[in-house]
């Protein structure tokens, strides 16, 4: 069902988090202690804003624990944002077409969860999105248009508002489809500046999605750990599920919320899907 | 622009036609002749009705010359039917769901060719896909359209006119949208039992289509050839260019034409596009 | 640390074993019961004689759980003998050549379990292969070396006894470079008439390795079940862990023995490394 | 045959190069027009000095024209000397660890050409490396076996030196075998401070090898050329074939020559085969 995390915060070199900590998310591929499934062997993607124009994707159907060349990116990039996900595919094709982070412009997204009754649902929903981004969809998952239907509703402009809209659409979609708990997601979204984690399901019973907690504390926390003596106060990591078992560290983000991580302050606020006006005249 | 080929007939084992003849379809994949592009790298797929229930399909992503597992099937696979294809790309990814031949039911298809302004047409085609079949769309390549388009017309109960159908409905699409020439089309179908082989483009000038002439004719002409004397009566390959440059061996399907490999005769039909009513309704 | 499964019997369409069991080698790709690893997901094979001259192999690098052409060739191919392997590597590179089953001639090997101190061990075991057979090593498993040593030893001639030369080389050369219970083996091997499973460990503790019981047995203790009738009494399934928990059905092949399966009764013999005369020249 | 490509000079984003000239890299693995095969697409690989520590390497079995990484890689990674290469296999497997740059600690080395009889003598050679360095031969090519032969004869201490017992010792070896003209190599070698191109074959006639002409005199030859303005005076290109066809830009390395490229002025150093002592003794 996927696990993913974020990094933004000073410059680091991506192994650090994804290979060297106690249960990253490389390890997290092969035996995820929260996730619906233990492995996330599906394929997996990394998204990167440092040198050259705009974001980085590398992205690949092996699975992360074994791709050498994911090994050798992450001990030779250095970004002060990166993405990265590990799926377990709900049916669709292992392709690299449907592996995250999806990108449109300087836009990164990443999706863990999963539409009930896409394949049903699936016409419909592309349908909506707008012609102009229509021939952008290059696979098969629902993250994917979910992602456009983002874009559709405005994301560039209005992040959080595009995705509540997205989201909003596809429950009222799924209603006239008589389908059930439609929406189950924890996702990330980047543009390089702002990082959106979103945690929400139809149902009010999401997937796990955590963040590390204000760095002056973790450090005062744990005064030996040199690692964590290492943090500045604008760093902040995302994860479908801790990456250490270290008290004081980490915290849930909270159910139908979205946690906005910036330059200053951080800010947690309500998600709420809406129905958007233009989808409701179909 | 992809290369294609098919046996129909006795028994016989895949890699007598793909590897063992003289400019079989795998040196085609490295060394067209006649191909628009020399190079048939971004994949390949074959296809076969032989041991289990319907058609096998073995697609991948690495180019055919070099795929060690192909060589492989190609030498233990025996069948009376089968269908293989390279592929070089016009744009779309490189991935197993769009290499051909695409399946439904007891039915395999591949094309040769390209529709033009599939970027711009695409979101108008996938409309006009049945939705009962719209998510069994599982690639992103123009001819996966074009079958499902066809499937949509009623291919199953008449595979030419379902072809026709489709053609004319792109051909349509592509007038309202202002593209000319949108269609560009060698294209073989098969349901196990007969093989069709057409051969149109909107302009008339068709990529290349040949078929191996009459069994006993080509016996007669090359007495010394062992592999043309086990020729029997009802063997009939079928090529986007011919395996081997031996006098009186092939002869070019004619333009806007379509080929029908049955049990007897085989029947040369000529192939006219048609807007289908449900489509014109649109 | 691999699992791998074999049948030998009447003809049987590979997926009746692969994918149609409650616990099948594909299911134990993603969630094995009784490995040192749970995961097997770095790479697979399946090596039959059917179709075609001599026995054919598919190998793959993707996990066989997501593998599409795994089930295409599964659900259409037929054969009397067949030999499937699921990879976990224990540090080597993941590619095709790594791995199983590999072949020489109409003889194909498996092997899970382990070498230790390979890394170590690897040039002095490759020295004592036979120059003419040098050449063939395309990969970098320990598992390729010992098949190459066994065919040194006369595996061809003398399957059994081979085997033992090369696990009794691999013990002598490990002893003189100070290296503790070097070999941990259960393997496979047969020519297409003949099915050795040996289970052998230098500690005596070697992986678990089943058999299917007597057919007559297994059909009597099950009436209501409709596959186990259709066992025919020259039938066997050789495991790593039983396909399904059904009383009766498996039986544990015993430390240090080798199970012949062939036509007539099948035997169980001792499994004796030896250390070959012209490696203990050397 | 297989073709290279290196930059030593200024930071550079590789997609400058790879990419975006006439006759770039990329552009060779599809229509080479000095290589003895045109089609290079059995793999690549991509080394770079860059962010982290040490080379990194990226190598892939896709054709380099169809990878979507490594147009990512390439877009974003910027580095003051990477090394590029494509393959066109002459028998080896397709597979990651025969795909160059090879690495050794701050070491990466390709090369194109062949060792003919290979077959033959890979055994000879590979006894030949020392035993620390046995373990570290993943793959199955010639190349990998002369770099670590040139390892064995002191290439960290003496790169010239190295290499020339290297290439010494597989020509004393192959005429044991009674096998002629064994060696055709151009080849490239880097430690991040200075590249190495050699270009020899025991013959006399080896492939093409060319490097970019002196900067200030490139400039002066085409003040038009925007690019060729922004090449500073240590800036240097090295190619098997000309990446564009412009006068004055490019010389030949010459025959049995090593072209070093360093700080300060670059040197062209004759290449003089030398059979290593300690192999004479073998």
New interface residues.
């Given amino acids: 069902m996927c696990r993913w995390m974020a990094w933004s915060g000073q410059p680091l070199?991506v192994?650090e988090l994804l290979f060297k900590t106690e249960h990253g998310l490389v390890d997290q591929s092969?035996?995820s202690r929260m996730g619906v499934e233990?492995?996330n062997?599906?394929g997996f993607g990394l998204g990167?804003y440092?040198?050259?124009?705009g974001p980085?994707?590398?992205?690949?159907?092996?699975?992360a624990?074994?791709d050498?060349?994911l090994r050798?990116?992450a001990?030779?990039?250095?970004a002060p944002m990166f993405i990265a996900h590990v799926r377990a595919?709900t049916g669709?094709?292992?392709?690299?077409?449907n592996c995250h982070p999806f990108r449109h412009g300087r836009w990164l997204f990443v999706h863990n969860g999963v539409i009930n009754g896409f394949?049903?649902l699936?016409?419909d929903l592309?349908?909506a999105v707008d012609?102009s981004l229509?021939?952008n969809?290059?696979?098969?998952t629902d993250s994917e248009v979910v992602f456009h239907l983002a874009l559709t509703f405005g994301l560039e402009d209005d992040p959080i508002g595009g995705v509540e809209k997205a989201i909003g659409f596809v429950e009222a979609t799924a209603e006239q489809h008589g389908i059930e708990n439609p929406v189950q997601a924890s996702m990330g979204l980047t543009d390089g500046e702002c990082l959106y984690a979103f945690r929400y399901s139809t149902e009010r019973k999401s997937r796990t999605l955590f963040s590390s907690c204000d760095a002056a504390a973790v450090r005062e926390l744990h005064p030996q750990n040199e690692r964590l003596q290492r943090l500045q106060d604008e760093d902040r990591v995302v994860v479908s599920e801790p990456l250490a078992d270290l008290p004081g560290v980490w915290e849930s983000i909270a159910e139908s919320t979205v946690l906005v991580v910036q330059p200053g302050p951080d800010e947690h606020r309500p998600f709420r899907p809406q129905v958007p006006a233009q989808a409701a005249a179909i």
């Fill in positions: 070199i192994e092969l035996h233990t492995t062997g599906d990167w440092g040198q050259g124009e980085a994707v590398y992205r690949s159907i092996a699975p624990w074994g050498a060349n050798e990116l001990a030779h990039v250095e595919t669709t094709a292992i392709q690299q077409t394949h049903e699936r016409r592309m349908l012609p229509f021939p969809i290059e696979g098969s």
